[in-house]
């Protein structure tokens, strides 16, 4: 009975660490996990019949527990499966793909009532497919630019990923720290906080993140979505933070990475004319500038230059002069669409009859991240390499390439 519960124990951990996607486990496409487990019941059922100080009513009982943890086991090979395809093309991530992957496996956890069946690993393997499905769907509504899915999906996925952390807290972990959030600082900000913010990465660090792996890589996936759709709606929420007597501070405080933070601060260092992101409106996804319409009101599409609207400028005005020259370089360099994921350097045009320097790089399907310095002294021979590493870094962050790609360490 000890080895049976050892066995156990060891998936369960290779569960909760993501030790299971590392690749020394698949040396062939059926990966060893899986033949242990499948092979696990016959193995021990043998042992504990040929057992005489064991009783039927144990032997039934021990059965039946394994065969639970079978059907939970190889749940988690689908849960695998999807991560695993997750970094498989990053350059052209199908959001919908992959809920549509995942959902299948997440009902089919659910008619097992895994969470009954197994306590803390079935509501694990429940919550990670659930919350999975919730992330890539709120990842495709802010690509899509749509504030009120973007909005919905991201507090679900948050919910559901706090519940599981409650969970998890009681269970016996090696260490323990207490991780306590700073309190916001106006009415709106607080209602943010609660409704899709994680705690700051940084308190974790310096505390101590007591989670398993797993759940530590949803929260860093759930913060990269929080940061980004923050920066992309900006306006929207800043309209609303100023209501209840905040302000862009506020705004940002309780948000891991602060996005206009480092743009601004980049922008006082370098003196660029402006920073921006830049929409790019396609013909079957409807475009609203505030990211949501009221029911019955009828779609325009954006026609012409208006189909290229900005979505974030600092600072705040727009610049308009310079769109039909962006719209041009961009057609021009970037035919392929490539975004951080493929694409390791910005694109770069100097405007030698004004003076004029573009960096640009495509965040996404739809958004373009621009850099504009207006009228240099002195015309440069090639691209400014402290411009290429900022814009490439914001890039990688903003697109959530970091995140994504650490399920590949």
Known sequence: LGSILQTLTKCEQSYTSLDYLKTKLFRRKEDVS?????????????????????????????IQIIQKFLSCSFKVQFVSFSYRSIPT???????EKIVNDIEPVRSKAEEHRLNEKLGPLGIGVESELKILKYL?????????????????????????????????????????????????????????????????????????????NNIQWLEKLLSNLTS???LYFMHVLLERETIFGGDIRSLWRKVDTDYHGMIRNYQNKSGAF??????????????YPQGYVGSGVQYNKPTGINSF???????KEKPENHLPNIISIMQDKDPNRETPFSRTTPHYFHDITVG?????????????????????????KQPDNNVLEFIMDLAS????????ESLNN
């Open 89 to 95: 093309h990053f350059s052209n991530i199908n959001d």
């Open 136 to 212: 890539f769907m709120a990842r495709k509504a802010i690509v899509t630019y749509n504030f009120k899915n973007s909005a919905i999906f991201l507090y679900t996925a948050k919910s559901n990923l706090s519940s599981w952390r409650e969970v998890c807290s009681k269970q016996v972990y090696p260490e323990k720290s207490s991780n306590r959030s700073e309190e916001p600082t106006s009415a709106f900000s607080f209602a943010i906080s609660n409704f899709f913010s994680s705690e700051k990465q940084s308190k974790q660090v310096k505390r101590g993140n007591d989670s398993p």
């Open 309 to 315: 609207p900005w979505i974030y400028c600092s600072p």
């Open 356 to 380: 004029n320097s573009y960096y640009f790089i495509r965040i996404d399907e739809f958004v373009s991240l621009v850099i504009i310095f207006e009228k240099q002294e002195k015309q440069p």
């Open 228 to 230: 980004r759709m923050t």
């Open 397 to 404: 962050k903003l697109s959530g390439k970091e995140v994504l």
């Open 34 to 62: 899986f033949y242990y487990i499948s092979h696990m019941h016959y193995q021990y059922s043998n042992i504990i019949i040929g057992n005489s100080t064991i009783t039927n009513r144990d032997v039934s009982l021990i």
């Open 274 to 287: 402006s920073i921006s992101l830049l929409y790019e409106v396609s013909n079957d996804i409807p475009f």
